[in-house]
């Protein structure tokens, strides 16, 4: 029994680090000119989370006005719009390079990214292990693909 617990707080614990490397942080501490960027371009959104990326780089997440979920990430290299994608409509050819080039990964997200010059998508893969409601990710990875759905690289 004993053996049980503390295998449960193990897992538990290291289950929190997939997203380690971006921190929640409140609106207040978000720099004043990203605040009022967002509160312009974004005039009827909802459920809205800020997080911290790095000690010049921040992301929000929210729901726009059409129940659709984005996210805007502001870093020193310019602004980047997410537009998250439900799985059921991934282009076939994005679907068949992850069966084929990634067999044992299974797609958990989807995103368009958008900058000022380019659009590309971007799309989540994990390997995870386990059975029935337990289940967890043992490795995910993020790939790049173009908007015709060629993949580009990896991050």
């Known amino acids: 029994m004993k053996k049980i617990v503390v295998l449960l707080l193990v897992m538990a614990a290291f289950g929190g680090l997939t997203y380690a490397q971006r ?86 997200e989807l995103s368009v990214r958008s900058t000022r010059r380019t659009s590309a998508y971007e799309a989540r893969i994990a390997r995870t292990t386990g059975i029935l409601f337990w289940k967890k990710e043992r490795e995910a990875r993020f790939l790049n693909f173009d908007t015709s759905g060629k993949y580009l690289d990896e991050d």
């Open 23 to 108: 921190s929640s942080v409140a609106e207040k501490d978000v720099p004043s000119r990203m605040v009022i960027d967002f509160q312009r371009q974004q005039l009827d959104c909802r459920n809205i989370s800020w997080y911290k990326l790095d000690s010049a780089s921040y992301e929000v997440e929210f729901i726009d006005g059409d129940d659709a979920r984005q996210s805007i990430r502001y870093t020193p290299r310019g602004t980047e719009t997410r537009y998250f994608v439900d799985i059921r409509y991934c282009p076939g050819s994005i679907k068949d390079t992850i069966k084929h080039r990634f067999p044992k990964f299974k797609l958990t």
